[in-house]
C-alpha cells in the first residue's frame, strides 16, 4: 500500500502539496445508484413528480457539486474544472436509477472526489425530490470507474460496463 499522503510527519492532516508537479489532462468516471419503489421509477421517468424534472434537477446539483468539492472536502484542492457531464440510466429491471458522472480539468492533481462529489449529490437530489412519495429509497454503490492523467496513469476499474464513452 502506498503511503497516506495527507499526513504530515507528526501525523496530523495536511493538504498535500502539489506545487511540483506537472499539469496534465486529467479525467476521472464515478457511478452510483438509487434504489426506488418500481412506482417511484416510474413518476420519474414520466415526469410525475411534483417538484419538477428530477433529472434534470439532479444533473444541475451534480455538476454545482463537482464545482464544489474543494469547499467541502477539506484536504481537497480547490481546481478549475473544464468540463462535468451526468449521464442517468433508469433500469426497471433493478428498480434504480444509475448515475455517471465524468470531470475533466487541466492540472496538478486529479478529479477523483470531484466525479465521486457530483455522484453522491446527483443521487442526493434525487432522493430529496422523491422523498415524498418513496422514503425507502437507498443511495449506493458509490465507486470510481475510470481514471487519467498524472504521474500514476490510467486505472479503470475491473468488471465495469462501459454504458457511456470510454475515455
Avoid at 53 to 78: E, F, N, R, S, Y
Avoid at 110 to 134: F, H, P
Amino acid at each position: 500500500m502506498s503511503e497516506m499522503t495527507h499526513f504530515n510527519k507528526d501525523g496530523r492532516a495536511r493538504m498535500v502539496d502539489v506545487t511540483a508537479k506537472n499539469d496534465t489532462i486529467r479525467v476521472a468516471v464515478a457511478r452510483g445508484e438509487v434504489r426506488m419503489k418500481p412506482e417511484t421509477l416510474k413518476a420519474v421517468r414520466e415526469g410525475g413528480i411534483a417538484k419538477g424534472d428530477v433529472l434534470a434537477v439532479a444533473q444541475v446539483a451534480g455538476i454545482l457539486a463537482a464545482k464544489k468539492t474543494g469547499d467541502l472536502i477539506p484536504m481537497c484542492h480547490p481546481l478549475f474544472i473544464t468540463g462535468a457531464d451526468l449521464k442517468f440510466r433508469p433500469d426497471e429491471a433493478g428498480s434504480r436509477v444509475e448515475i455517471q458522472a465524468t470531470v475533466r480539468t487541466t492540472g496538478k492533481t486529479g478529479v477523483e472526489m470531484e466525479a465521486l462529489t457530483a455522484v453522491s449529490v446527483a443521487g442526493l437530489t434525487i432522493y430529496d425530490m422523491c422523498k415524498a412519495i418513496d422514503k425507502d429509497m437507498v443511495i449506493g454503490a458509490v465507486r470510481l470507474v475510470e481514471k487519467t492523467g498524472g504521474k500514476s496513469g490510467r486505472y479503470g476499474r475491473e468488471g465495469e460496463e462501459k454504458w457511456v464513452e470510454k475515455l
